[in-house]
């Protein structure tokens, strides 16, 4: 890459935690999300297990800061973007040429399903106010508002790599001298619409999720937003010190095979991983963490290891799937596993793949099972692969 | 930057059309011409698409057919509304039927990378793909993306696109914010009517840009900005004025201004104070008469630029005492999302 892209701060809002310190706690103690449904209202309470955010929304809007009738999309959004631009303290940040991009992939969809059953019945009807902020744009502009963003806004939906993408379009932004700091990311809320999408497609799991693991039955739902603030190599020397972690290397393939399903040989998965290492010129040995998508589905699991088998070629890293911990956040997932992968950087972690039991038969690698502290970790690639083939990976280094 | 090849499916049917005669519906929804898909699309796929994929999708590969190009490098798509027609029948469905006996074929070509993702299926493209979703900065964001990439340098040709579909069940809730005109008018006159609201409109507008000159492109892109939320009229005056600057461009060097103007007449007055100040004394004439109004209809207006300049040809009603040969377009959505472009003739 022409120059570096420096992580100045991280934030995030989980199923296991509000912010940096709540995640690594459960995930350092191995305490998993998941749970049955309590603010989402749908007929599939006591069936499907997901993992909520453990406020509601009067909760989330006081510590966001804004109205308790806006979308929890944009209330998430706002809770771990504000850590993230807090953490990462940018002297004069104000002056400087600032971007926030986001991902969402139902935007404000958890008013609108409400709105739409009084709509249905007369369309008179249906608060307004529940479905002004549908579009994904609108929870983008909302806490760009509460960011004094003004010189760049974007939001990026390509399914479950949505935030991924959203992440290294700003360091391409930076690089290229556009935009002094960019805070990117993205965030999703669970919804009725988006429980029921997955569940007709038979992809998800009645029970906790078993990522790579030769039993697994499908993938928990997951909510949350994950963060990280990028700076230019300039403004970094600024900061009281400058930051260990760079975004070092990304890509983004399309596996063109399905508009849901991904080629057995993981074609989009291989594409994205070895893009991302060519751009950085790290070997793919130097690898010392995956951070996998990893969603527990049958399908997903064997393409995204499958295009690991081939790519690391008997020297596998340690990897694991926090979505063990998050469930799946969709557009959000990309920013909450790269706020992971960046701590792992930072506090030499590797975290665990929880009820993993049986290795899958097709593959040479087993996911790790137990929390890892102090480790040299020095190059971790965070992989997000989504529905329409769009697969992306970043590779985050240490300096 | 070269636009070498674009394609639209919007309410006129033709560049030519325009050229020709104003439409003059009597209406208050501009919906899309849509061609014979059969033509552009394997039947066997058009069967699965919805309306908005089928005509995304369709742009999509008239403009690589224009192109000469089986395979772009980069498929970018940007679109603020995403797959609308899919998710009313899914949410529909699921409100009706109370979570139950549903079936996943609305919710698979609900999400908003659906149009993007499909072209990719039909190329087999692996390359580079993504989707905007920016509000009124859908197809802006998509462009900033595919500069980017080109000046980035392993790209050498991009696919991009702003794509906007309007629905029954959209254009009633739109309705009751009140953003559209009431009772059917006669679009021509749009800009008279001295009232409150706007004419719905829709549309899919694809173009192949590539870094370098081809010999057969429409019009070269050489500048491009846009702006968000500004205070004043003042403010967009300056970022007009700032613009063309840093371009190094006179006002005498525009031969046409492209502008927004939507019939509503408080979003209008920005349009009727920069051609008294910024953009002084130039030929300009307004596009959304001709395809209504929607977050990505900036990309409509880039492809009549790109048209006016490739064929030097200006609708009827214009002082045509020259032949453009630059075009500015300055376009505004809801006074949030603000966008420069202008182009002049290779």
Known sequence: MSSRIYIAGAGII?????????????????????????????????????????????????????????????????????????????????????????????????????????????????????????????????????????????????????????????????????????????????????????????????????????????????????YIVMVSEKIAQTLPSIPICTLNGYCNANDAYHQTASSPDGTGSYLAMKGALDKSGVKADEIDYINLHGTGTQNNDIAEGTAIKLLFER?????????????????ASGGVEAVYSVLSIQYGLIYPNLRFETQMKELPFVPETVFKKGADIRNVLSNSFGFGGNCSSLLFSKV | MYLRAAATISPPVSFEQILTADSSAQSIRLACAEPDYTKLIDPKMIRRMS???????????????????????????????????????????????????????????????????????????????????QGGFSFENAITDALSLLKEGQVKTVLAGGIDEITDTSHAILKRFGLYKRAPFATENIFQTQTKGTIAGEG???????????????????????????????????????FLDRQNIKRSDIDLVISGENGDIKNDEVYETIYQSALRGITHMPFKHLCGEYPTASAF????????????????GLPSNKKPSTVLIYNHYRYTYHSLYFLNAC
């Open chain 2, 51 to 133: 309306r908005i994929v089928k005509m995304g999708v369709a742009a999509a590969l008239q403009c690589l057919d224009e192109a000469g190009d089986k395979m772009p490098d980069a498929i970018i798509a940007g679109t603020a509304y995403g797959c609308l027609g899919d998710t009313e029948v899914f949410l529909q469905k699921m409100v009706e039927n109370d979570e139950q006996l549903l079936t996943p074929t609305a919710f698979i070509q609900s999400t908003h990378n659906t149009v993007a993702a499909q072209i990719a299926l039909l190329l087999k493209c692996h390359n580079y793909n993504n989707t905007f979703v």
């Open chain 1, 315 to 331: 020297r596998y890293p340690p990897m694991s799937s926090t979505k063990s911990f998050t469930g799946h956040t969709l557009g």
């Open chain 1, 14 to 226: 989980s199923a296991i935690g509000n912010n940096i310190t709540e995640n690594l706690s459960a995930l350092e103690t191995g305490r998993a999300g998941m749970g049955e449904m309590k603010y989402l209202h749908s007929a599939h309470r006591e069936k499907i297990p997901v993992a909520e955010v453990k406020m509601d929304n009067t909760a989330l809007a006081a510590l966001s800061g804004l109205p308790a009738h806006y979308t929890r999309t944009a209330l998430l959004s706002a809770i771990a973007a504000k850590e993230a631009l807090t953490n990462a303290a940018i002297p004069g940040f104000a002056k400087l040429r600032s971007g926030f991009i986001s991902a969402n992939t139902v935007g404000g969809m958890d008013k609108t399903e409400n709105f739409f059953s009084d709509f249905l019945s007369n369309p008179a009807k249906g608060k307004l106010r529940n479905v002004v902020h549908h579009e994904c744009g609108a929870a983008t502009e909302i806490v760009a508002g509460i960011l004094g963003v003004k010189h760049h806004i974007a939001t990026i939906s390509t399914a479950c790599s949505s935030s991924a993408n959203a992440i290294f379009y700003g360091a391409r932004l930076i690089s290229q001298g556009m935009l002094d700091v960019v805070i990117a990311g993205g965030t999703d809320a669970l919804t009725k619409f988006t429980l029921n999408g997955f569940n007709t497609l038979m992809i998800l799991d009645n029970r906790y999720c078993q990522p790579f693991d030769e039993n697994r039955r499908g993938l928990n739902l997951g909510e949350g937003a994950g």
């Open chain 2, 204 to 242: 899919a507008t694809f173009f192949v840009m590539q870094s370098g000159a081809s010999g057969n492109d429409y019009a070269q892109l050489k500048g491009f900005d846009t702006f968000y939320k500004p205070v004043s009229s003042k403010e967009v005056e300056q970022h007009i004025s700032a």
């Open chain 2, 301 to 316: 207006a880039l492809w009549l630029a790109a048209n006016i300049i490739k064929t030097g040809k200006l609708p009827s």
